[in-house]
């Protein structure tokens, strides 16, 4: 196996060649590399692909080469050191042209020739780069989830020398035609990922780390190189992880030490703003006869934009200029729950942990440490088919005790009222919804503090959650409602947790005190299975609470905005616990 440092130059020899900054020597040392290694050149076809597709994305073809393609590519075509060189001052020169032209009659004969073989080989393709990617050793099951949008397999960590590249956090994250893959997984190397909702962070081995807002379309290329086709992305590169770079269809961003965004449009055109100390960039040209331009330097505060034609203005508009984004949001990160004790419940039970940022920085929170609430009113808006109470199969305790807080996932008052408006004053006696009091008072710090978990399906109700509407219990100047329009873990987030199989309560008629639940006639239903809890945080400064300020008791209610498809889902909350102070 050839050394990693080796596997280092041959990408950094191509990087050269690809910038056209290569010299004749180090263009002889990347033909010997090609013709010791026959494993190095699926990785160069691949990154000559990507470069010369690049300033033409709107083709949508993207190919990748096996080392049996890229073997038959290598051998049709002629070396550039069989071209003499004439004159030692075009000797660099020659060395390019002979190297582009290597690189440019590869993509054509794949483009051209093998276009046909490759449609008709498409499937099997697919095919067999799924299996050899569930395969490898050091791909997540995550992976799994979704084939990968970039046909031909990638060099496992293994052959390449590279380290990974990881998913660090996930703020509600969506891919597009795949589950969001686990914090802490590794993403796959030069493969197409499409983030269509909510935040990610990527950290890359030289410490460099990238968030990426939705919508964008990015590939890991390297250990040192994100290839950003569409979206923006916030780059922080500290001490150590200077020439981190970000290469877009019309620019590649090279770090300096310093934190820099970059923002591309549906057509390439990309804007980049410096936060912090110095990125050099390079332009890159797709009108004929226009000069390759210097790389330019930006400094702290300095803007670009690269629209790779002449004609349009050198400047973007305002709001044409990258976000820089210092962290994710604030937001619950995950929790711990232990199984049921029973296995036919197949799922967790008791809460036993909870994750979450507060002022950009986690913290793990035991159950123990929270502090619980319990219901205190309760009015339905259900008329029919009333189920406000989920309770553990099996238990035969009288309602009192099942209706007692506890920190079960699989118990819980369900389906308090709802209203499209939220409240503007103090609930009353007639007022839909459910209100908790807290053990003891919650202290408005930095952050989230209240963690709230409901319970959904995927058939009958939203995969973001149910919105729902939180208030204070007494308005007072400055109070407000704030509604929670999508939860932090989500039904497609891998942080979501199967819970136990439970039994619901089913009520004769609308219940509208909480006395009713104790009394009214009821009947008990069979087992709901295939429920996950999910979970959002509550910064109790969006209902106007100042900081330091405390509350003793919340009221909700169900946002009652249901798109058709999941009419009638109300939120189901199975626990509400407030964090400690900060």
């Known amino acids: ?330 937001r619950i990160l995950g929790y711990e729950a232990t199984p049921a004790s029973d296995p036919d419940a197949a799922g967790v039970s008791e809460l036993t942990k909870v994750s979450v940022q507060r002022g950009g920085k986690p913290f793990h929170y035991s159950i123990t440490e929270m502090i619980p609430s319990e219901v205190t009113y309760f009015r339905s808006t259900q008329e029919v088919f009333c189920h406000p109470v989920a309770y553990r199969y099996g238990d035969d305790r009288p309602i009192a005790e099942i209706l007692k807080s506890d920190n079960a996932l699989d118990t819980g008052i369900l389906n308090p009222g709802g209203s499209k408006i939220p409240l503007t004053t103090s609930p009353n006696e007639s007022t839909p919804g459910m209100a908790i009091r807290f053990a003891q008072p919650v202290v408005n710090s930095i952050g989230p503090d209240i963690a709230f978990f409901e319970i959904q399906n995927y058939i009958t109700n939203p995969t973001s959650g149910d919105p729902f509407h939180v208030s204070p219990l007494e308005f007072k100047e400055g109070l407000k409602s704030f509604t929670v329009a999508e939860m932090d873990i989500q039904m497609t987030s891998p942080e979501s947790k199967v819970v136990a199989g439970f039994g619901l309560l089913r009520y004769e008629n609308v219940v509208t005190r909480f006395e009713e639940l104790l009394t009214m006639k009821r009947s008990k239903q069979y087992r709901h299975n295939n429920f996950r809890a999910l979970a959002v945080g509550i910064d109790l400064s969006d209902l106007g609470y100042s900081n330091g300020e405390t509350v003793t008791g919340l009221f909700f209610q169900d946002a009652a905005d249901d798109e058709p498809q999941f009419d009638g889902s109300v939120v189901d909350p199975v626990y509400i616990g407030g964090f400690p102070a900060l």
């Not at 990785?43 to 038959?72: C, M, N, R, W």
């Not at 031909?152 to 998913?167: A, K, T």
């Not at 916030?234 to 770090?255: I, N, R």
């Not at 390079?282 to 400094?299: D, G, H, T």
């Open 1 to 330: 196996m050839e050394p990693k440092n080796h596997q280092a130059e041959f990408e950094r020899l191509v990087d050269r060649l690809l910038d056209q900054t290569i010299s004749q020597d180090q263009g002889e040392r990347l033909e010997q590399l090609m013709l010791d290694h026959p494993e190095y050149r699926s990785f160069y076809f691949d990154q000559v692909d990507v470069h010369l597709g690049l300033p033409k994305v709107l083709s949508g073809i993207k190919v990748g080469s096996d080392s049996t393609e890229a073997d038959a590519r290598f051998r049709q075509l002629p070396l550039p050191a069989s071209v003499p060189p004439s004159k030692p001052n075009n000797d660099t020169n020659r060395y390019l042209v002979g190297l582009l032209a290597l690189a440019t009659a590869a993509s054509l004969l794949l483009g051209v020739g093998m276009l046909k073989q490759w449609r008709d080989a498409t499937a099997n393709q697919r095919a067999a780069n799924q299996q050899a990617i569930s395969q490898a050793e050091d791909v997540d099951a995550s992976s799994e989830t979704g084939s990968s949008l970039i046909p031909g397999p990638s060099l496992n960590d293994e052959e390449s020398g590279i380290e990974n590249v990881v998913l660090a956090q996930n703020s509600m994250a969506e891919f597009f035609g795949e589950l969001s893959p686990p914090v802490g997984s590794s993403l796959q190397m030069r493969r197409q990922y499409i983030l269509t909702h909510g935040n990610v962070e990527l950290f890359f081995p030289s410490g460099a780390s990238a968030l990426l807002d939705a919508p964008a379309i990015f590939s890991v290329v390297s250990a040192d190189r994100l290839l950003l086709e569409s979206g923006q992305c916030s780059v922080h590169a500290p001490d150590g992880a200077e020439g981190f770079q970000v290469e877009t269809p019309l620019a590649k961003v090279v770090d300096l030490g310093t934190r820099f965004g970059v923002k591309v449009d549906e057509g390439g055109q990309t804007s980049v703003k410096v936060i912090e100390g110095e990125a050099e960039v390079f332009a890159k040209q797709v009108e004929p006869n226009l000069e390759k331009e210097a790389p330019k330097l930006l400094r702290a505060n300095d803007s670009g934009f690269y629209s790779g034609s002449s004609e349009m203005p050198d400047r973007p508009e305002p709001s044409g200029e990258p976000a820089y984004r210092y962290s994710l949001p604030d």
